[in-house]
């Protein structure tokens, strides 16, 4: 016998004898290892393409989430007004049918706030374009009077339009209802546009975990081979490979979703110093259920890209042993 | 012997890979419950090649073949893992996983049944350290020499107490005081009810524990005329 094999042979000997010192090393060591190695699912660079496809599906969602926010207010704004136009021959008939109007508008429920911009004042207001005094010598500049409105006046205009043209003729309500209607639609279209950029990033996180998890289970045929031979379903396989990817995909989540935040972040910093806070743009603040709906995304796509490796371990396995 | 204690029973088996000639052509045998079998043949003879299809890694392309008594040749495919995991398999390239520990390797088969790590660390332990590996149950298998990995092989065939135990070539890489161990631990496990195939080089090794044997040549299955076997 050799030296070799009586070392080997004194180790059988040592170890059936004792037991206990392995066992408190196991238990120190002792870690759920992964039966699939984490070089096989793509490891690193999986989780860097994740982390680039969650922070355009946060964006995407963000876009989605901002233009509603802005539909809401521009709309809700202009549903929450109405403007009264008087017209006239002189200035002196639409000081008094102006005068008429207020009176109606203060005498029914439902009207909040009455603030009139006189034929001065309008004229006032187109100086920029037309010159100094140029609006009030040339042009009958009509009075405009703004009303806001309780919502439950908004359903029966016509009886206060009747109202005003019988106490100021040629009064003329304007409810902004098509302004309402365009605005609501670009807004819709809008949304669903980013909708659509936040379903094509999540079918690129699909199409990703398809490759990822063909490419891992190629390189760990061997592997898999073994699992299988000492009596593995497939669908134990499957979900290693799904646990695996899930992992991946939470790490690369929350990277692209700091990575958004903080694009976000300085993007408001930006349109607030830039533009101030009484721009026609919507606010545009990081908080409350955005930053909800937002951290929602990472998980879906944690989700979405694990089950996806799931399915596709599953078909492959199929197909291929 | 009723066909219920049928482990392996093959009749008139084939196996070809791919549209090539037959590798094992009319393979019939049987093994029943608490048998013992030596396989034995020249290298390419194609002993490895029916230890495969009785570990269903290959089917036969004909015949018939049934294990456990179940239709293994046209077995559902969601059937096979619950056949297998009544195998107990020491693969002659050893097929340990490199990226797990000794521990790991030899647990494969009860964590893939689903079974909590409590109820099998006292058997994996047990049977590492009966191996002669319990200080090396940490060691991952490249870093293992040709007989460590083959004994961590081995304690993993045996760590589910499965009812068919198929070795191949089991004793190549341990020394004669191990060679001797093993097998006396697969005539223990036989006397205990497991049914065993061990395919083997070694005639020294057949003819001491005077075991029925299985030769093979070409392909062709036939009984050992010098150690009488029977098929």
Known sequence: MTSADETETSAVEESVHDGTAPKRTLLTRMRAEPLLPEAGAGGAPLTAVIAVISFLAVLAMAAVLIINTAASEWTSSLRSEVTVQIKGTDAVQIESRMAAAIRVLETTDGVLEVSSIDQEEAAELLEPWLGDGNAAAFLNVPAIIEVKIAPALRSDLDLLRNRLEAAAPSAVLDDHASWHDRLATAARSGQALAFAVFLIVLGAACAISIFAARAGLAANHEIVSVLHLVGATDEFIAAEVQRRFFVLGLRGSIVGLMAALLALGLAALALRSGIGTDSFLPSFTLGGWLVLWLLSVPVVTCFVTALTARLTVLRTLQDQY | ?231
């Open chain 2, 1 to 231: 012997m009723g066909t219920n204690s049928l482990i392996v029973d093959f009749d008139k088996a084939g196996l070809a890979y791919g549209g090539e000639p037959e590798t094992l052509s009319d393979i019939s045998m049987q093994l029943g419950e608490g048998e013992f079998r030596f396989l034995t043949g020249p290298s390419g003879a194609g002993k490895t090649s029916l230890l495969k299809m009785i570990y269903l890694a290959h089917r036969p392309t004909r015949g018939s073949f049934s294990l456990f008594g179940e239709d293994a040749m046209n077995a559902k495919r969601a059937e096979l893992p619950a056949l297998r995991r009544r195998i107990g398999v020491v693969f002659q390239e050893f097929r340990l996983l490199d990226h797990l520990s000794a521990f790991d390797n030899v647990a494969l088969p009860m964590k893939v049944a689903g079974i909590n790590q409590n109820q099998y660390r006292e058997d994996v332990s047990e049977l590492l350290n009966w191996v002669g590996l319990g200080h090396r149950m940490t060691a991952k298998p490249p870093t293992l020499s040709g007989g460590e990995k083959q004994r961590v092989a081995l304690a993993r065939a045996l760590v589910s107490k499965p009812d068919l135990i198929l070795a191949d070539e089991p004793t190549g890489n341990v020394d004669p005081a191990m060679s001797e161990r093993i097998m006396k631990l697969f005539v223990e496990l036989n006397k205990l009810g497991a049914a065993v195939i061990v395919a083997t080089h070694d005639l020294h090794l057949v003819q001491s524990l005077g075991k029925p044997v299985l030769r093979i040549s070409d392909g062709q299955l036939s009984r050992s005329p010098s150690l009488g076997g029977n098929l």
